[in-house]
């Protein structure tokens, strides 16, 4: 599977953005899509994740209820909208594909990442 990320930019705080990651290839091979971020000077970390057939999602708890994460099988694309963005959320995202129906907030769980996008946010 290749991925395509797209969306990151200049955001105000409180603001909001949408990234989005194209998938192409085998899909099959794909059953659940995620994000990923890494801020300067740290270590990636997860952010959500979605399964391709269930819809059934999962989110680290440092977003959970400001951002959505989403489908769209029939252009094998996963949005992430991302709400009341704060300075620490500063970050290039990158999106990832698992196999594996199970720990989805493990990188090592990801067999194929995209190149990032950056996503700043800045009063």
């Known amino acids: 599977v290749q991925l395509q990320a797209s969306g990151g930019g200049l955001v105000q705080i409180g603001g909001s953005l949408r990234v989005s990651c194209e998938a192409s290839?085998?899909?099959?091979?794909?059953?659940?899509m995620g994000w990923f971020r890494q801020a300067p000077g740290k270590e990636r970390e997860f952010v959500a994740a979605i399964s391709w057939s269930t819809g059934i999602t999962r989110y680290a708890d440092a977003v959970w209820g400001r951002c959505t994460i989403s489908r769209d099988n029939a252009k094998k694309t996963v949005n992430l909208q991302m709400n009341s963005l704060k300075p620490e959320d500063t970050a290039v995202y990158y999106c990832?594909?698992?196999?594996?129906?199970?720990?989805?907030?493990?990188?090592?769980?990801?067999?194929?990442w995209g190149q990032g996008t950056l996503v700043t946010v800045s009063s």
């Open positions: 990832a594909s698992t196999p594996l129906h199970f720990q989805w907030s493990l990188e090592r769980s990801y067999n194929s």
């Open positions: 290839g085998r899909k099959p091979s794909s059953y659940a």
